[in-house]
Nanobody, 123 residues
Framework: QVQLVESGGGSVQAGGSLRLSCAAS????????MGWFRQAPGKEREGVAR???????KYADSVKGRFTISRDNAKKTLYLQMNSLKPEDTAMYYC?????????????????WGQGTQVTVSS
C-alpha cells in the first residue's frame, strides 16, 4: 500500500508560480512511475505530466514550456513546478503512482492516488 500526500497548492494571480509536492510512503518509490493529474469543475480528469523511474518525462500540450515535473528519490517526493500560470490551470491537482507501467496519461495506468491539492489562478 502506497500513501501519497500532495501539498503546495494555493491561490495565485495569472502569471504567477507554484510548486506542488507529493510525498510518497513507499520504500520502492524510486522505481515507480509518477504522474500529476488535474480536474477542473465539470471536466474530466486529465494528465498533466509524468516522470518515469529513468526520469523520462511527458507533458500535456497545454502545459508544455510552463510546467516541469521532477522527483527527489532521496526524499521520496514528486514535484510539479508551475510557471506562467493561467486561469485555465485552476483545478484540483492529484499525484499518482504506478509500479509497472509508465506510458501515457490514462488514469487506469495508475494504481495509487493522493487526495489532491487545490490550485486556483485568478486573472
Amino acid at each position: 500500500q502506497v500513501q501519497l500526500v500532495e501539498s503546495g497548492g494555493g491561490s495565485v494571480q495569472a502569471g504567477g508560480s507554484l510548486r506542488l509536492s507529493c510525498a510518497a510512503s513507499s520504500y520502492t518509490y524510486s522505481s515507480y512511475c509518477m504522474g500529476w493529474f488535474r480536474q477542473a469543475p465539470g471536466k474530466e480528469r486529465e494528465g498533466v505530466a509524468r516522470i518515469s523511474k529513468y526520469d523520462w518525462t511527458k507533458y500535456a500540450d497545454s502545459v508544455k514550456g510552463r510546467f516541469t515535473i521532477s522527483r527527489d528519490n532521496a526524499k521520496k517526493t514528486l514535484y510539479l513546478q508551475m510557471n506562467s500560470l493561467k486561469p485555465e490551470d485552476t483545478a484540483m491537482y492529484y499525484c499518482a503512482a504506478d509500479s509497472s507501467r509508465c506510458g501515457g496519461f490514462s488514469t487506469s495506468d495508475y494504481t495509487y492516488w493522493g487526495q489532491g491539492t487545490q490550485v486556483t489562478v485568478s486573472s
